[in-house]
């Protein structure tokens, strides 16, 4: 915290605001567009993935290079569904004035990694979820 002085030698102490930084309202927004856009583009990929098998022999590619085309297209879609996510989260905050803009930056960067994080577990439930009845289904 600092102190500073006025003209007349008293010292100002600042003045710090009682409401929070943390806006939840952005955050599920860039949360709700990061899993639709990872949803979306999973059901591409899914398609394209496809497209790399055949059912006759000699016709599909290798298991190398769709195991491998599957782990970086896994990779993208975190990287644009996040950036997306992120990037709607910053934008749908509040703006705050009278903030130093390295705060601001920090405000922004910790609600789109909120964003991201609160996006990925949702994912994550839904994935164990799906796994578990599938698993249960199965046996």
Do not use: C
């Amino acid at each position: 915290m600092s102190v500073s002085m006025t003209g007349s030698g008293e010292i100002a102490t600042p003045v710090e605001s009682s409401k929070s930084a943390m806006t939840w309202g952005p955050i599920f927004g860039g949360a709700a567009a990061a899993i639709g856009v990872t949803l979306i583009l999973l059901l591409l990929g899914s398609g394209v993935g496809l497209t790399m098998v055949s059912p006759w022999s000699g016709q599909s590619s290798s298991l190398g290079t769709v195991g491998v085309t599957a782990a970086i297209w896994l990779v993208v879609v975190q990287w644009l569904s996040s950036g997306l996510g992120g990037y709607i989260t910053g934008r749908l905050r509040t703006k705050w004035a009278a903030v130093h803009t390295d705060e601001v930056f920090f405000r922004d960067t910790a609600h789109g990694f909120i964003s991201w994080a609160l996006a990925t577990i949702f994912v994550a439930g839904f994935l164990a979820s799906s796994l578990t009845s599938l698993a249960g289904a199965g046996a």
